[in-house]
């Protein structure tokens, strides 16, 4: 992996107020822009009964639904190659409020769109387009924002900082559950279905808004100010850079997020519908306020995980956190059945360790160097998301046909790969210490 030359590397020097600024106001937009992108699946079951025809089985309204869920990560990685590029080149501040844009406008459309019972196919077909956008932008959100941070601190604290940062962006989620809950207790299921779940994405265009007022008062990064001062930006395109000289950063950054999503896909998101299902048959509410408990766990988590990656270094972190992971998943999805009072407690240690992920950022920004670092991210991150994030709903929800354990499997399969990953990075940190 790639190391930043030292004489661009950023200063040995505690956090100051303006890191703290600095990181404030990334995570806080990052949250309501992430609340756009993921409010969509906390009222999948609604929006498939009103998007698609009443007599479709319900597995596979559930997958036609998800489809339209996976979609959003099928176009990141051209909205993030895009951006990516001009970030590289043109600074990252401008296209860290320009994905914004990009997700406020769909959201609110999204809120205003009328259903299938009134337009016919229309209605799954405009409900697809918006995903595709709001996909798009989420592509260069999320790479963005990390790049954005860990190029404002000191070399010691960039593990601290992404983790923060990816803290916020589950906040975002938290955020999104809070909502829902909100909305599921004050209506009536009937009110729901007629007019109240258009709120929260009628809310999502005011996020949107905010974030962008928001982001007004960030500076671009040191890092980049100074790749611009020696005139050391790529002289080629990114991108292909990325690709002819840093293969093994992109194949252990694609792997890193398959992980990654494993855990916020189906952990996170998925699991409040699958626990309203008639497998475990827990209530909108109380489903949702378990996974609010989860999500408050994750984002504690996340900040842990990238504090003890600066600490520890992140073969520790993915070592012991994949394994935390794979025992308090697979006891939560095996234990609702017969003990569904252990729900809060169960979810709360599994999302304790999703936060894992808050370590991911943290080796895929070590692993570029800064001239190509924010197109070898977001090419790796959502090419991954889109391939492994794209397919997992669907995945999962082909696997609840043949096994209402299917989920326990998926995240199982996927916490032997990371725990894979933590001993190959160990290794690499010994090699380089």
Not at 77 to 90: E, N, R, T, V
Not at 233 to 262: F, N, Q
């Amino acid at each position: 992996m790639s190391s930043v030359p030292s004489s661009i590397a950023q200063p040995a020097r505690p956090l100051t107020r303006n890191d703290y600024k600095t990181l404030s106001l990334s995570a806080l937009g990052g949250a309501l822009e992430f609340y756009d992108f993921i409010i969509f699946v906390f009222f999948a079951t609604v929006v498939g009964k009103l998007f698609f025809p009443v007599d479709m089985p319900e597995w596979l309204r559930m997958m036609q639904t998800f489809g339209i869920f996976a979609a959003g990560y099928l176009a990141r990685p051209l909205g993030g190659i895009i951006m990516a590029h001009f970030g590289d080149l043109l600074g990252r501040k401008k296209m860290f409020t320009l994905s914004i844009f990009m997700m406020a406008v769909p959201t609110l459309i999204m809120g205003l769109l009328p259903t299938y019972a009134q337009i016919g196919m229309w209605a799954p077909i405009l409900l697809l387009l918006m995903r595709v956008i709001q996909g798009a932008a989420i592509g260069g959100e999320v790479p963005g924002a990390w790049v954005f941070v860990s190029e404002h601190v000191p070399a010691r604290h960039i593990g601290y900082a992404c983790g923060t940062l990816t803290c916020g962006l589950t906040a975002g989620i938290l955020l999104g559950s809070l909502v829902a809950t909100f909305i599921n207790s004050i209506y009536t299921p009937i009110e729901v279905a007629d007019y109240a779940w258009r709120i929260p994405f009628l809310l999502g265009g005011v996020f949107g808004l905010l974030s962008v007022y928001l982001r007004r008062w960030l500076h671009e990064t040191p890092v980049f100010a100074e790749l611009q001062l020696r005139k050391a930006l790529a002289e080629e395109v990114p991108l292909k850079a990325v690709l002819r000289d840093h293969r093994g950063a992109v194949a252990i950054s694609m792997l890193l997020t398959w992980l990654l999503s494993a855990g916020i896909i189906v952990v996170i998101l998925m699991t409040p519908t699958i626990l309203q299902s008639a497998t475990f048959g827990f209530p909108a509410a109380v489903a949702l306020k378990a996974n609010s408990l989860a999500i408050v766990f994750l984002s504690l988590g996340c900040v842990g995980a990238g504090a003890l990656a600066d600490r520890f270094g992140a073969g520790w972190v993915f070592l012991l956190g994949s394994l935390g992971l794979l025992i308090s998943s697979w006891t939560l999805y095996h234990s609702l059945g017969a003990h569904p009072d252990w729900l809060f407690p169960l979810y709360a240690v599994t999302g304790l360790f999703v936060g894992t992920i808050g370590a991911v950022p943290y080796v895929m920004v070590k692993a570029f160097p800064p001239a190509v670092r924010f197109s070898g991210l977001s090419f790796s991150y959502n090419l991954s998301y889109a391939i492994f994030g794209g397919l997992t709903p669907m995945v999962v929800t082909f696997m609840l046909k043949s096994s209402p354990m299917g989920p326990s499997w998926y995240v199982g399969i996927l916490c032997v790969m990371g725990m894979g990953m933590g001993l190959y990075l160990l290794k690499t940190e010994v090699r380089r210490g």
